[in-house]
């Protein structure tokens, strides 16, 4: 009797994305994406592409992330109108960006998305997804844990993780310094 494996994806938030782009590794993590199974919403999409306003100039970055994402091994998750994903984004819009919202509404529907981000209020308050999501904790996880499984699976070298790591400032978790310097020295 065959049991069947549900592959894990990781569901990448705006702010999972552009310390990449700071760092000039967007290329290493799209390239990561062919072996470790990685997709965003189209409403994160837009967050990384689409001004916020119709007068806002297009940036560099946005042209990147649009050339670079588009058509990548990176998996597109539209969220249908009128959907059940729909309606929680919509509820969830009066606490967190679009983005979130509507990575939330999908991650909450499939348990095989583990959900990337970097915002507080994804994880605090109403949005609450480790209490809105069925099955194991740590369907959520932080940018460094990301960097993390990409090192550990052969998917992004040591040096491009610390690279993104360092280009935000965020706090790392306490495992991360003694993380980092029990790997291997890079090879020239």
Known sequence: ?????????YLLDTNAVIPFQRAGCLKALVAAAKSVPMAM???????????????DPETNLMKEAGREL???????????AGSEEDATRGVLMAFVDR??????????????????????R???????????????????????????????RGALAAALARA???????DPPLWWTGWTA???????
């Not at 919202?101 to 915002?119: G, H, N, P």
């Not at 109403?126 to 090192?151: S, T």
């Not at 993104?164 to 965020?170: E, G, I, P, T």
């Open 1 to 9: 009797m065959s049991q069947s494996v549900t592959m894990v994806r």
């Open 41 to 55: 919403v189209d409403d994160v999409l837009e967050e990384l592409t689409v001004p916020r306003r119709p007068t």
């Open 70 to 80: 588009r058509g990548s091994s990176v998996e597109l998750i539209e969220v249908l």
């Open 99 to 120: 983005g979130e919202a509507a990575s939330i509404a999908v991650a909450s529907r499939r348990s095989d998305l583990i959900f990337v981000t970097e915002d507080v």
């Open 122 to 152: 994804a994880v605090q308050g109403k949005p609450k997804l480790y209490r809105e999501l069925p099955g194991d904790v740590g369907r959520i996880i932080g940018l460094h844990a990301l960097l993390r499984v990409l090192v550990e």
């Open 164 to 170: 993104v790591a360092a280009s935000r400032d965020l």
């Open 182 to 188: 029990s790997l291997p020295p890079e090879k020239p």
